[in-house]
T-cell receptor, first 115, second 114 residues
Framework: DTGVSQDPRHKITKRGQNVTFRCDPI?????LYWYRQTLGQGPEFLTY????????KSRLLSDRFSAERPKGSFSTLEIQRTEQGDSAMYLC?????????????FGPGTRLTVT | AQTVTQSQPEMSVQEAETVTLSCTYD???????LFWYKQPPSRQMILVIR??????QNATENRFSVNFQKAAKSFSLKISDSQLGDAAMYFC???????????FGKGTRLHILP
């Protein structure tokens, strides 16, 4: 296991469709984060998990978004009824420890295009 | 609310020269961490350097160093002996001590001129 992986890398969907992204963290990492990055902006925090528990959700995470980490390993991010404004890069990151030394390692991202 | 501001959308530097990227932040917290992340084109984001707010000494990682001015809430990144592989988007970022979410600036795109 060499790093955080995300699947798919690219997704094109029509407005109104549902999409699901997967993130596989570094195997011993207990924390997993989702960020969204739109063009010309820095990543914005969406939500994070410690093991299977979702500990925080951003106000950016509307009702159409849901994230899970059922067994404390991989995570999925689902967007229902996609809108053009959902077009962005969705980044996943993982870390081993909380707090000061918990460096977050990022995956390559899933680029979503909603047409 | 905490904010991170990068006022230079793009910068260019000649190969082998030194460049400084600027960043300011706003927080009322005393326990926090500052970071510079590098995001090369179509590649994943990696951590370049980290600074703990309680440390007075500026962090250094090989050719990368920071100038941390806590009172001014300034956190600049200096890249010495710039190399072509340094071309990337650089994000300044903040994390409150007890939080885990990271707040990013908008980024500075760095071009390296051969």
């Amino acid at each position: 296991d060499t790093g955080v992986s995300q699947d798919p890398r690219h997704k094109i969907t029509k407005r109104g469709q549902n999409v699901t992204f997967r993130c596989d963290p570094i195997s011993e990492h207990n924390r997993l984060y989702w960020y969204r990055q739109t063009l010309g902006q820095g990543p914005e925090f969406l939500t994070y998990f410690q093991n299977e528990a979702q500990l925080e959700k951003s106000r950016l995470l509307s009702d159409r978004f849901s994230a899970e980490r059922p067994k404390g390993s991989f995570s999925t991010l689902e967007i229902q009824r996609t809108e053009q404004g959902d077009s962005a890069m969705y980044l996943c990151a993982s870390s081993f420890q909380a707090g000061s030394r918990g460096e977050q390692y990022f995956g390559p991202g899933t680029r979503l295009t909603v047409t | 609310a905490q904010t991170v501001t990068q006022s230079q959308p793009e910068m260019s530097v000649q190969e082998a020269e030194t460049v400084t990227l600027s960043c300011t932040y706003d927080t009322s917290e005393s326990d926090y961490y500052l970071f510079w992340y590098k995001q090369p084109p179509s590649r994943q984001m990696i951590l370049v350097i980290r600074q703990e707010a309680y440390k007075q000494q500026n962090a250094t990682e090989n050719r990368f160093s920071v100038n941390f001015q806590k009172a001014a809430k300034s956190f600049s990144l200096k890249i010495s002996d710039s190399q072509l592989g340094d071309a990337a988007m650089y994000f300044c970022a903040y994390r409150r001590g007890r939080d885990d979410k990271i707040i990013f600036g908008k980024g500075t795109r760095l071009h390296i001129l051969p």
